[in-house]
Each structure stands twice: as C-alpha cells, then as structure tokens.
C-alpha cells in the first residue's frame, strides 16, 4: 500500500510504517497543486497530512482510500467532498491534549506574572522589579472552561493542582460529570464569562462553535480578566476581543489567531499583537516531542488497521445512522457466489442497499448476511430469496 506523508513525521513513525509493508512516500511541504499533482501521479491510497489543507481537486484526483490527519481536529479536510468520493477521514483526538493544557497554564501564568515583559526588558539592559512585582497570582481564582472535551478535562485536573475553582460548560456536560470533575457547571459559555477571573476556550470548530465567543461573552467577563485561545481562531470574534481589551481591560493569551502563516517560518500580520495585553505563541500547542510521539504511534496504529482491514479507527465521516428502514437477515450456505442471486433480486426491485455484512459460523459451513435495505422488499421477492436458491438457508426481515 503507497502512504503519501505531506507533512513532517517522526523518521521512528515512517521506519515502523515501512515495517509494516507500506510503500512510503515522504514529501514533508508538499501542498496545493503539487499535492494535487503528486496524488495523480504517484497514486496513493493513502494521504498523511498534519497542516496542509486538503482540498476537493486533491480528493477528486487519484484513488485515495484514506486521508489521516496527524493530530486533533480535521478542519483542514474537505470532509464533504471525501464522503461524496468514499473516501474515509480519519484524525488522532487526544493525543495532544497535555501538550495543549500545558501551553494553555503556560500563557495564564505569562499574564499573570507579566513574563514576555520581564524578559523582554532584561533583554535591554532594563531592571523594573518595582513594576513586576505586581502580579494576583492564580490560588483562588477561577477558571472557566468553555469546551470540556479531553483538553478541557486536562485543564481542569491542573485547575485543581493550583487551587483554582473551576466552572465549565460544554453541550455534552451532564451534572454526573461535572461532579467527578470536580467542577461548577454553566448553562452557557456566556455564563462562565460571567462567573470567571480566567477564561479558557477548548472546542472544536464547526458551524455551531464558529465565533461563539463575541461581543457579548467579553461583556459579560469581569474587567481585567484573562482570555486565553488554543483552540482554533474561528472560534472567536477578533473585532470584539480587540474591542474587550481596549475597552474593558481583558488580557488575553492566544496561540491561534486569523491569518497565521501556513508554513513553519513566515511574517505575522495581526494587530491583536500590537494591543497591551494581548500575548501569544505561534500555534504550539501540540507541539511538545511528547504529543509528536503519541500522535505518531497512533498514525502507526491506524494505518496497521486500515493495511490490514480496510477499517480505520477514529473515522469521521461515516454515518452515525443510514437511510435504512428495514434489516434482511440471510442465513446462508458459505459457498461461492451464494448471495450473488439475493443481491440481483434486490437491485431489480429497486431496493438499495444502505449497509452490510456478512459473518461466517464456526467450522465455515454457514453464514449470515445482515443487509440494511432503503425500503422492504414486496413479498414475493422475500419468496423468491427463499425459494429460488439451493444456497439460502432461512430469510428474516426486521423494521429499523
């Protein structure tokens, strides 16, 4: 199987893929139409990506089978335009997410404690101890945690060490939950504004979550306090933190931001960066050596399970519930082509076939084939299944 790697990936990860028997094709950089180019070319059934945007020329070309996102998230891919080809999207949820919470306290205690300034005037020649003394420190205060998912649970397990109450709120949270956290639930991200020192984004991107945090979650915040991003930038309404910060005193740590240079290396252009009291990093999150290695072996993982099964783990475009309305259970003879005539009967009635499969008993005598059907079948074509072939052992059929 040819693995196209667009993307940097630990040289132990490609040594374990060429172990396996895959046929590797490192190309670390690799985007836009020379992507497009190398996936016709050189054929790949499999793309590794970490970054680089996948388009729809890039899916619609060659005769891709699989397309891995090397971290969390798959906002990159065109989803849409993978499903509508077959083609399956998988990524690496979790995996970072120690990295991500670590950066996230990182950039807290760097407001806080006014660390970019401190350095940058000892870099000068600049001793201001009188000014940087003043800091609240975080014992006391609390954090609020919008998105609960596994970063934000990292988040809240350090929370605790600090001493900080935390309150959260996320879709998923229910009160059983958010007692084992250990955690004060909210209604809504615009109450824990409201009832937080420091704020801290952890959601993934989609069409619920784009700008969520506007003008009124900053409003609704204390003056003064901490925002803090390492989510996705889409996720906040930049016009309105700039205004927060002007206006109401918000600080805020980001390491995602609207218009980050896609390479490793390029020219920022934001004036969030110009404001006093905004901080960042250059989408680090994940980028710790031990989240690289996590994030690796679970490439390793899924494409052993794709090599081998045609299966990927952590799939996200396949359909939580099909268009099925009835199941036809075929108990049959496992002899060669023994549903080739079932499978005839239901294409002439006009019936599709949603999903299926197909289990063999112990000793490989008989097997039974689960079939999802768009409709039932008349009468007469369950007769015909039964009847007509030496090979059909009994016929059921269930409403979904």
């Not at 969390?72 to 993978?82: K, L, M, P, S, Y």
């Not at 069409?207 to 003056?223: K, L, N, Q, S, V």
């Not at 045609?310 to 099909?322: C, D, G, I, Q, S």
Request: aromatic letters at 4%; glycine letters at 8%.
């Amino acid at each position: 199987m040819r693995v196209l790697i667009a993307d940097t990936f630990p040289v132990a990860g490609l040594e374990e893929l060429r172990h396996l028997g895959a046929d590797v094709l490192y190309a670390p950089g690799l985007a836009d139409e020379a992507l497009v180019d190398a996936i016709c070319v050189q054929g790949p059934e499999v793309l590794v990506v970490r970054s680089t945007q996948v388009t729809r020329p890039m899916l619609e070309r060659g005769n891709l089978g699989l397309v891995l996102r090397a971290g969390a998230g798959f906002n990159t891919i065109d989803v849409e335009a993978a499903s509508e080809r077959g083609i399956l999207v998988a990524n690496c949820p979790g995996k970072n997410s120690i990295a991500v919470a670590e950066l996230a306290f990182g950039l807290i205690l760097a407001l806080d404690r006014r660390i970019p300034e401190n350095a940058a005037d000892l870099k000068i020649g600049v001793w201001n101890k009188k000014e940087y003394s003043r800091a609240h420190g975080l014992f006391g205060r609390t954090l609020g945690i919008v998105g609960l998912g596994r970063v934000g649970r990292e988040m809240a397990i350090r929370a605790h060490a600090f001493g900080m109450p935390v309150v959260a709120w996320s879709r998923s949270l229910t009160d059983t939950e958010a007692a084992r956290l250990g955690v004060r639930m909210a209604g809504s991200a615009r109450e824990v504004a409201a009832a937080v020192d420091i704020a801290s984004v952890h959601l993934a991107l989609n069409e619920d979550t784009r700008r969520i945090i506007d003008a009124d979650f900053f409003a609704a915040m204390p003056a003064g306090a901490f925002f803090i991003n390492t989510s996705r930038a889409e996720i906040v309404d930049e016009e309105a933190l700039a205004d927060a910060v002007r206006e109401h005193g918000i600080r805020a740590g980001l390491d995602v931001f609207a218009g980050e240079p896609e390479g490793g290396i390029g020219k920022v252009d934001s004036s969030l960066f110009e404001l006093d009291g905004v901080i960042g990093t250059h989408h680090i999150g994940a980028s710790t050596d031990q989240a690289q290695q996590a994030i690796a072996d679970e490439t390793v993982r899924i494409l052993r399970e794709f090599m081998s099964k045609r299966h990927a783990p952590n799939t996200v475009n396949l359909a939580e519930k099909t268009p099925a309305t009835h199941l036809l259970v075929v108990t049959h003879y496992d002899r060669v082509g023994a549903l080739a005539g079932v499978l005839d009967k239901l294409r002439a009635a006009g019936i599709n076939i949603e999903e299926m499969e197909n289990v063999v008993f112990q000793g490989a005598a008989a097997a039974a084939a689960r079939i999802q059907l768009s409709k039932a079948p008349p009468k007469k074509v369950l007769d015909s299944i039964r009847s007509d072939s030496p090979d059909v052992i009994a016929v059921s059929l269930l409403k979904l």
